[in-house]
Structures are given as structure tokens and as C-alpha cells.
């Protein structure tokens, strides 16, 4: 084999890791089998195309190698590359110029129709790309039935890299680099990839962060549709985009990701469950299915809610996290033309946005009575939050059966202009050992709510007393005027003659030097 003039690494791969080499002898680009057999020739940077093809077009139904060797400087494609079924990309980070491309890179055929039934790889390529060019796709794999390995991929101002379409039984995308401007497109897309068979899909290590500069492009950073056994893991989002994760018909986990400003997550008659994220500026939207969002850490919503329910769902959870809200938005916020089954808030941990006097935020808002079936709100802390303007309820609590217990709410702001209200209520709730601390506003239940065990809401008390034979004066402490007292003397014959109550306290007259017990309750 030829030893070629470069400033970079020329060691050869061994001959039995790869079927055909593609590589550049000054102005000559070459293509060799494994024995260092001639496929074709042409000048560099002008036949780059036609001698990578004929290279891959060799290798119909061997199910090989085309490796393509780093050089001092880039290959130039200019059409699209047709892979035959069951053939490999590798190579040792090469460059490759793709900005003169407005359409698909790397096609490979129909894995099934073609008999290319073996797991295909694209491996350890770096593409420049134009950003205005948002049909350009680095790499389309159809019905590889075994199996697609996608890594080390780093691509510059490049609109779409992965597309993964048809029946595959496993799927590997591995440390996928995106940055530089785009107009649009999906980074990375798999659909219908799970009619056949089970299959896992795995997106890890990836780090997509384009500055996106369209105006009307919808855009993604992955696109899922049709797929179950999905799990994206240690992945960073960022940019601008329109849109950040969509999910249709899916099943999938989101975990241990990092999510700047990367626009609304939507859900789609799907299952996410998102763990250990760590989030500035991102909203999920939910249209059916479930969602789940446990353990996340510095989650801020940005200016808009964290999420939405926007269509009938099944169920919609946040647990254990910790969300800075920011004002006039809502940690979770329920369309009120339509309904979720359950609605569950636990553990969490939800502040303003820190740093920021004027910011505020809110907690749930269920906009119509009934769209919620069941709600839960435990063991939460809620600090340093409300609508400073007071155009929203804090938690607007319209649910049909609904417990909120083992609250903490601090120095939740002035809600009370506008009529509204740190909790408002519509009934069938059970509001159970809360604690209310440094309150601006005030709480409104329905004669259906349970309320009781509350610090700093006391809805109940009791105590002793001995009558005097007169009136006595006794603070019931109680955040209203007791709708039911009870008077139980401790002694055998003395009798209760009057009792009565208002806000501030309750009038009982007792026989004098008797004792009695008492209770009131609102």
C-alpha cells in the first residue's frame, strides 16, 4: 500500500478490521480493498463522492468495513452516498465537507429487503455543514433488523445527524456532538423502529447544543416516534430550539441529562420518566399517556411552566425535586378542557427563582373543576413563592378527591388581591398536618374539605376550664368562628347554661367551681 504525505497519524488499521480504505495521496483520492487491490481513483476534492461509492457499492452483501482514513484535510461529498445492507462506516475521525449537501449523506438500503440482517455502525467521523441547508441528513439507516450503532459523530452547523427508521431490534447512539448554527431540523430521529420485535434503544453521552436561528422550522433534538425501550442517559440539551424532546406513541427514560433553554419536551400518548435531571429553562407538555419526573435537581422552568397538561392523561407526577419557579408560571398547570386521572406532587422542593426579588411563582393550577380525578400533594416545602400581583391562586386545587398533607408552606407573597387565594378549593379535599408559616394571603376550602392537624391553620382545639357561675371568656384560636362546640363537665351534676361563640372566642357560662372540658371545631 501507498505510505501518503500527511501531517497526521498514518498508521494503518490492520487488514483484517476493515473490507475497503478510502484515502488521499496528495491530489489523488483512492479506494483499496483489504489486500491493497485498486477500486477506483479520481482527483481529491472533486471525485470524493464517486470513489467513496464505488468503494461502498463493492461491497454489496459482504457485510463489511468501509473504513475512511484521516488526511490533511477534508473529503468533499456533494450527493448522496447509497450504503449496501449490512455494510459498516468506520474511520479515525476524518473530516468530511458536507456544506454543499441539502440532502441525505450516508443512505444505507433496506436492511430487510436486502438481506442485510447484521448490526451496521457509523463510527468516529467529524462533518461540516451548512446551516441554512435543513434537508442535509448525515446518516439514514431502514429496517436494520439486528441492530445500528451511531458514535462518535461530531458535527458542525450540520440540521439533522441520525435517523433510525423501521424494524431494529437494538440501537446504540453513542457521544453524538452537534454545535454551531442551524435553520432546523431533528438531531436525532427513530421511528417505528419497535413493530416487529422488542427492542432497546440507547442514547447516551450525547452533546447537542446548536444555536438554533430559524424563525418557522420546527426543530427537535430527538425525535421518537412509534419506539418502546427507549433510555436517553448523560446527555446535555442545549440551544434554543423550538422544541426538545418529542414523543409519540412511545415509551422511554430520560435520565441524568443536563437541559439548558432548550424549549418544550413534548409527550404524546406516551411514557416518560425523567430521573436526575438538571434543568435551566425547559417545559414538558403532556397529551396522554404518563409522565413522571423523580429526583431532579436546580430545575428552572424559565418563562413558562414546567409542565403543562394539555390533552386527557392518565397521570402526571413530580417527585422529589427541587424547581425554581419563575413569576406568574406554574410548576404544573392542567388544561381545564381536559382531564388526567391522577396528579401527584411529592417531596419536592420549590422556590422563586433565587437572585430575583420581583420573581415569584406558583405551584398547580387545574383550571376546571373535575378534570382531575385524584390529587396528591405530600411532604413538600414551599418557600419564598406566590403571585406578587395576585393573578393566579397558588394552588388552585379543583380536583374531585384530593389530599394535601405534610406541607410545608413559607412566606408564600400577597395573594390575596384579586380575590385570589393560597389555596383554593372545590371540594373533597383532605388538608391534614400542613404547616403554614408567614402567610399573605388567605385559603379558601368548601364545607366538603376535611380540614384538620394543621400548624399555623387551626381548624380545631380543645381545652379545660372551671366555671364561675357567669359568662366566661375562653380564645378558641381557631382561623374562624367554630361552627360545632362542645361543653363536657367533669363533675357529676354541674350544668352548662349558655354557650356560644365568634371569630376570636367561645362564651360558655358553667356552675361555678365546676370544671369542664371543651372542644371547637370550624
Known sequence: MTTISTKYDTTWPSNGTYSAMIYSDGSLILAEDNEGRQIASGVAGRDDTTIIQAAATALTNSWGILFLKCFDGEYKLTSKITIPAGVSIDSDFATIDISGLNDTVFEWQDGVANGGLHMVALRNLVFEGDMTKTNTLIAKFVRNWYGVIAENIHAHSVCNIIWITGDCYLAKIDN??????????????????????????????????????GSSQASYSIYIDGVSNVHISDCHFEGNFLNGIYMNNSVATLAFCTIQQIGVNQIINSDLLVQGISANGCKFT?????????????????????????????????????????YGRFVLSVDGNYSVNEVELSGNYCTRLLGVSSSVGNILNIANPSTVRSLKILSNTFYSMGDA?????????????????????????????????????????????????SLSGTLSFNARDVIKRNIGYVTENSGTSTGTGSEQTIAHGLV???????????????????????????????????????????
Do not use: M
Open 480 to 522: 374562624a368562628t367554630p361552627n360545632k362546640v362542645v361543653i363536657v363537665p367533669t363533675v357529676k351534676g354541674a350544668t352548662v347554661s349558655a354557650v356560644s361563640a365568634d371569630a376570636t372566642n367561645i362564651y360558655v357560662t358553667c356552675t361555678s367551681g365546676n370544671a369542664y372540658n371543651w372542644s371547637a371545631e370550624v
Open 286 to 326: 403532556i397529551n396522554g399517556g404518563n409522565l413522571t419526573i423523580a429526583d431532579c435537581h436546580n430545575v428552572y422552568a424559565g418563562d413558562q411552566d414546567f409542565v403543562a397538561v394539555i390533552g386527557n392523561s392518565d397521570s402526571v407526577a413530580i417527585n422529589n425535586c427541587n424547581i425554581q419557579v419563575k
Open 389 to 437: 400581583d395576585g393573578w393566579k391562586h397558588f394552588i388552585n386545587a379543583t380536583a374531585i378527591n384530593g389530599i394535601i398533607k405534610d406541607n410545608i408552606f413559607d412566606t408564600i407573597g400577597t395573594i390575596n388581591t384579586n380575590s385570589r387565594y393560597i389555596i383554593k378549593s372545590y371540594g373533597n379535599l383532605l388538608v391534614e398536618s400542613n404547616r403554614f408559616y
Open 176 to 213: 453524538i456532538r452537534e454545535y454551531g448554527e442551524i435553520h432546523g431540523g431533528t438531531l436525532i430521529k427513530l421511528d417505528g423502529i419497535s413493530s416487529v420485535n422488542p427492542n432497546s434503544t440507547y442514547i447516551r453521552g450525547c452533546w447537542l447544543e446548536p444555536s438554533y436561528v
